[in-house]
Structure formats: C-alpha cells, structure tokens
T-cell receptor, first 112, second 115 residues
Framework: DAGVIQSPRHEVTEMGQEVTLRCKPISGHDYLFWYRQTMMRGLELLIYFNNNVPIDDSGMPEDRFSAKMPNASFSTLKIQPSEPRDSAVYFC??????????FGSGTRLTVV | AQSVTQPDIHITVSEGASLELRCNYSYGATPYLFWYVQSPGQGLQLLLKYFSGDTLVQGIKGFEAEFKRSQSSFNLRKPSVHWSDAAEYFCAVVLLWVNDYKLSFGAGTTVTVRA
C-alpha cells in the first residue's frame, strides 16, 4: 500500500499563475479530503468528497479555488489566479468505511 | 461555541520524562476522537483513536490516551519520551451524529524534547 500520494511536494509560483495540486487516494477509500495548513489558521478543511461527489465545500476560501475528483483514484485542487496569501501546505487525506483517515505528505505551496 | 481545544501551545520535556498533552472538546455529544502527530516537514500520522468501549486507548509509538466523559477530555500520554517524539501533536474529532465525516482539528501542541 503506497498510501496517499500527493504531487508535487513543493511548488513555487508567481502571483497570478494557475496552480494545480494532485492527489491519489488509497485504493478502496471512498472519502477524500483536502486540508490547508498555515501558521495563522492551523489545519482547515477545504472540501471533501464521497464516492467522487463533493459533499462539503464550505471551506473553499473563494472562487479562485476549485476541486475535482473525476474518478476514485485521482483528485485535483486548483487555484487560479494564485495569490501570496495562498502560500500554505496543502494536505490530501482519504478514508475507508471505518475512521482510519490517512494523510499524504502534503504539497508546500509558495506564491511569490 | 463547539470546538476542540488544546490548551498548551508548547511543551518542553526532558528525554526519559513522562508527557501528557491535553485535549478538551465542547459538543452536545461525544465525538469520535483522534490524536495525530506531525514531524517537521511531514504529513500527519494517526497515533490512536477512540470511538467507544474501553476508555484507555493504546496507540503506536508507546502512546496512550484516556477518554473522560465527565471532563470532556481525551488526553494523550507517554511514560518516557524519546528525542524522536519532538513533533507537533493534534487532537481531532469527527461529529458523526450530524453525519459530518470530516476531521476537525485542535490548534496543536508543539513538543520539544531536551537532552
């Protein structure tokens, strides 16, 4: 089991550019979560999916953020256009039927 | 307000000493409870979880946690810390009774281990 795989591990981009973060959940896990971690706000949920369907996107900060899960093995989080305040570590997590949430190693995003 | 609280922002402990990290929750019912650890530059690793049953839960890396309903607490303990236990620790909850399946995290406690 390779765990939850996120790419890239690090991303540095200029303000205004589009950024796409990727996540491959553990096979068979029917829930997928995107979290953002910052010093100021801690760990906050952005959105989560159940069986590829978005269930709760109330944490998505604004329209610049979008997330998709086209199939059970892949999800993306897109920021367009990016801003310096989007700099954070973005985590993806997945969960099977029972409550064993598994987190990826995260993507550290820096917007300059 | 409904929340999960970790009262200690930072704890320093000597290697070999015991460690206790506090977690309190404020909800209308008992949530599912979790402790996660995050080493610098790493993701979050599950230490242990409590859903029901025995209120003393054993986890990985020699950690245990005790659920106390009367105190709305789920404190994490380790009898003897190792230098590798230096990390940030997060308490988290799931509010299953409202069909809310996301993990909600406390602010975290940073543990420093001195030689």
């Amino acid at each position: 089991d390779a765990g939850v795989i996120q790419s890239p591990r690090h991303e540095v981009t200029e303000m205004g550019q589009e950024v796409t973060l990727r996540c491959k959940p553990i096979s068979g896990h029917d829930y997928l979560f995107w979290y953002r971690q910052t010093m100021m706000r801690g760990l906050e949920l952005l959105i989560y999916f159940n069986n590829n369907v978005p269930i709760d996107d109330s944490g998505m900060p604004e329209d610049r953020f979008s997330a998709k899960m086209p199939n059970a093995s892949f999800s993306t989080l897109k920021i367009q256009p990016s801003e310096p305040r989007d700099s954070a570590v973005y985590f993806c997590a997945s969960r099977p039927g029972e409550y064993g949430y598994t987190f990826g190693s995260g993507t550290r995003l820096t917007v300059v | 307000a409904q929340s999960v609280t970790q009262p200690d922002i930072h704890i320093t402990v000597s290697e070999g000493a015991s460690l206790e990290l506090r977690c309190n929750y404020s909800y209308g019912a008992t949530p599912y409870l979790f402790w996660y650890v995050q080493s610098p530059g790493q993701g979050l690793q599950l230490l242990l979880k409590y859903f029901s049953g025995d209120t003393l839960v054993q986890g990985i890396k020699g950690f245990e946690a005790e659920f106390k309903r009367s105190q709305s607490s789920f404190n994490l303990r380790k009898p003897s810390v190792h230098w590798s236990d230096a990390a940030e620790y997060f308490c988290a909850v799931v509010l299953l009774w409202v069909n809310d399946y996301k993990l909600s995290f406390g602010a975290g406690t940073t543990v420093t281990v001195r030689a």
